[in-house]
C-alpha cells in the first residue's frame, strides 16, 4: 500500500462554519488522491467529529484524521503537529476560513511533479472580502493580492510575506532540511518559513489564474477575525523579532562594519531626499508670491 500524495492539514478551533468550508473546498478538488489532518486545537472535539462524520462520501471521511488538543497549543504547535502526522510526499496548510479553486490541487500537483528541482510551487492568490449574516458567508469584493509581482522572490519577502499557506503546496522533505515551523512565533510563522525556503532556491506562480482564496472579513473580531487583523500588534512585534535575531546572527558571523555603514549610509539618504523636498517646497513659494506680484501689477 502507498500513502496518499498530498497531505493537507487543517487548523481550527471553534469555528464549525470555516471548517464546513474548508472540507467542501477539499473534497471539491478535481484531484483526490490526498489525505487531510484537522488539528482542532482546544476546541469542540465533538463538532468537529461530526462535520467529519457529515461528509456525504464515505471516501472523504476515511481520508479525514483528527488530532485534538486537550488545550489550545498555538498555530504552529497546531501546523507542527498536522506536519508530524502527515505522510504525503506534498504538504499545504489549508486554513479554516481559507479555500481553493477545484483545480488547485491538480495544477500544483502536475507542476510539482514536472519540475523535480522546484521546492514547491505558489498560486496566485485572491483575497476575498465577505461579511458573515445569517449563517452564510457574503462576498463583498474580490481583489488579487500581490498581482505586481511576476514570481515569490526572496528579495521582495524580505520586506514582508508575498504569499500566505492556503496558496503554497511543497514538498514534504523540506522539513527535514530547514525544520519544523518556529513554535516560538505566535504569528507569521509562515513568513518565516518562506523566507528559509526562499533562501535555498527560486519559486514560481502557478499560472496567472488566481487558484487560491485567502478569505478576510473587515472589522471582524473574536474567533472570525484574521490574524493578520485580529492580531496586528504581535505581527509587528514578532516581525521585528525575526529581523532582530537575523541581524544578530549576520553580526556575529561578519562583524558590525557592513550594518553599521548601510545604517548610516541609508539615513544620510533620507535626510537627503527630506531637504531636497523642503528646497522645492520654499522654491515653489518663492515662484508663487512671485506670480502672485506679477498678477497684482497686471
Given at each position: 500500500?502507498?500513502?496518499?500524495?498530498?497531505?493537507?492539514?487543517?487548523?481550527?478551533?471553534?469555528?464549525?462554519?470555516?471548517?464546513?468550508?474548508?472540507?467542501?473546498?477539499?473534497?471539491?478538488?478535481?484531484?483526490?488522491?490526498?489525505?487531510?489532518?484537522?488539528?482542532?486545537?482546544?476546541?469542540?472535539?465533538?463538532?468537529?467529529?461530526?462535520?467529519?462524520?457529515?461528509l456525504p462520501d464515505p471516501s472523504h471521511r476515511d481520508r479525514v484524521r483528527?488530532?485534538?488538543?486537550?488545550?489550545?497549543?498555538?498555530?504552529?504547535?497546531?501546523?507542527?503537529?498536522?506536519?508530524?502526522?502527515?505522510?504525503?510526499?506534498?504538504?499545504?496548510?489549508?486554513?479554516?476560513?481559507?479555500?481553493?479553486?477545484?483545480?488547485?490541487?491538480?495544477?500544483?500537483?502536475?507542476?510539482?511533479?514536472?519540475?523535480?528541482?522546484?521546492?514547491?510551487?505558489?498560486?496566485?492568490?485572491?483575497?476575498?472580502?465577505?461579511?458573515?449574516?445569517?449563517?452564510?458567508?457574503?462576498?463583498?469584493?474580490?481583489?488579487?493580492?500581490?498581482?505586481?509581482?511576476?514570481?515569490?522572490?526572496?528579495?521582495?519577502?524580505?520586506?514582508?510575506?508575498?504569499?500566505?499557506?492556503?496558496?503554497?503546496?511543497?514538498?514534504?522533505?523540506?522539513?527535514?532540511?530547514?525544520?519544523?515551523?518556529?513554535?516560538?512565533?505566535?504569528?507569521?510563522?509562515?513568513?518565516?518559513?518562506?523566507?528559509?525556503?526562499?533562501?535555498?532556491?527560486?519559486?514560481?506562480?502557478?499560472?496567472?489564474?488566481?487558484?487560491?482564496?485567502?478569505?478576510?472579513?473587515?472589522?471582524?473580531?473574536?474567533?472570525?477575525?484574521?490574524?493578520?487583523?485580529?492580531?496586528?500588534?504581535?505581527?509587528?512585534?514578532?516581525?521585528?523579532?525575526?529581523?532582530?535575531?537575523?541581524?544578530?546572527?549576520?553580526?556575529?558571523?561578519?562583524?558590525?562594519?557592513?550594518?553599521?555603514?548601510?545604517?548610516?549610509?541609508?539615513?544620510?539618504?533620507?535626510?537627503?531626499?527630506?531637504?531636497?523636498?523642503?528646497?522645492?517646497?520654499?522654491?515653489?513659494?518663492?515662484?508663487?508670491?512671485?506670480?502672485?506680484?506679477?498678477?497684482?501689477?497686471?
Amino acid at each position: 500500500m502507498t500513502g496518499p500524495r498530498v497531505s493537507i492539514v487543517v487548523r481550527t478551533k471553534n469555528r464549525p462554519d470555516f471548517l464546513t468550508r474548508a472540507l467542501s473546498s477539499i473534497t471539491s478538488q478535481v484531484f483526490d488522491d490526498w489525505e487531510a489532518i484537522i488539528v482542532n486545537d482546544g476546541g469542540d472535539a465533538a463538532k468537529v467529529a461530526a462535520l467529519v462524520a457529515a461528509l456525504p462520501d464515505p471516501s472523504h471521511r476515511d481520508r479525514v484524521r483528527v488530532i485534538d488538543h486537550p488545550e489550545s497549543r498555538g498555530r504552529w504547535v497546531s501546523a507542527n503537529a498536522g506536519v508530524l502526522a502527515a505522510t504525503g510526499e506534498y504538504l499545504v496548510l489549508h486554513d479554516d476560513d481559507d479555500s481553493w479553486h477545484r483545480d488547485f490541487l491538480a495544477k500544483a500537483v502536475e507542476y510539482l511533479d514536472a519540475h523535480p528541482e522546484r521546492q514547491g510551487v505558489v498560486s496566485r492568490i485572491e483575497i476575498v472580502w465577505e461579511r458573515e449574516e445569517q449563517g452564510r458567508f457574503v462576498v463583498e469584493e474580490r481583489e488579487e493580492f500581490q498581482s505586481q509581482l511576476t514570481a515569490p522572490l526572496l528579495t521582495d519577502t524580505l520586506l514582508f510575506n508575498r504569499f500566505v499557506p492556503i496558496g503554497f503546496l511543497y514538498r514534504r522533505s523540506l522539513h527535514a532540511e530547514i525544520g519544523l515551523y518556529d513554535e516560538k512565533l505566535p504569528v507569521v510563522g509562515d513568513w518565516d518559513f518562506n523566507l528559509k525556503v526562499l533562501s535555498r532556491g527560486a519559486l514560481e506562480y502557478l499560472g496567472d489564474q488566481p487558484l487560491a482564496y485567502w478569505h478576510q472579513r473587515r472589522g471582524a473580531t473574536g474567533s472570525a477575525a484574521n490574524s493578520v487583523a485580529g492580531a496586528r500588534s504581535d505581527h509587528a512585534r514578532y516581525d521585528a523579532s525575526i529581523r532582530e535575531e537575523a541581524l544578530r546572527s549576520w553580526v556575529e558571523e561578519n562583524g558590525t562594519g557592513l550594518v553599521l555603514y548601510l545604517t548610516k549610509f541609508i539615513d544620510q539618504r533620507f535626510v537627503d531626499v527630506e531637504n531636497g523636498i523642503r528646497e522645492e517646497i520654499v522654491a515653489s513659494s518663492f515662484w508663487r508670491r512671485v506670480e502672485r506680484r506679477l498678477r497684482r501689477r497686471r
